[in-house]
């Protein structure tokens, strides 16, 4: 899947949302490769668990700057 194919389904959800691609990652290898973001974002999402807002939030956002990612988006209601 493509950075514009990701957009495109983001720019349909409603709410918060986080996207992002892992480089040199085959789809079917995601699960086991994601490095908690996933449940950082439920931690947050869910619980309001502020150590795990801050992977997402700010100009320290983790997520938005590690290189083993790339078309990182994050949109924030």
Do not use: C
């Amino acid at each position: 899947m493509t950075g514009d194919q990701l957009k495109e389904i983001q720019n349909r959800l409603a709410g918060s949302s986080a996207m992002m691609r892992r480089k040199d990652t085959a789809h079917g290898d995601m699960l086991d490769a994601a490095d908690g973001y996933i449940t950082a974002w439920l931690l947050w999402q869910l619980q309001g668990n502020g150590e795990a807002q801050d992977v997402f939030e700010g100009p320290d956002a983790v997520v938005l700057s590690n290189p083993a990612y790339q078309d990182q988006d994050i949109r924030l209601d």
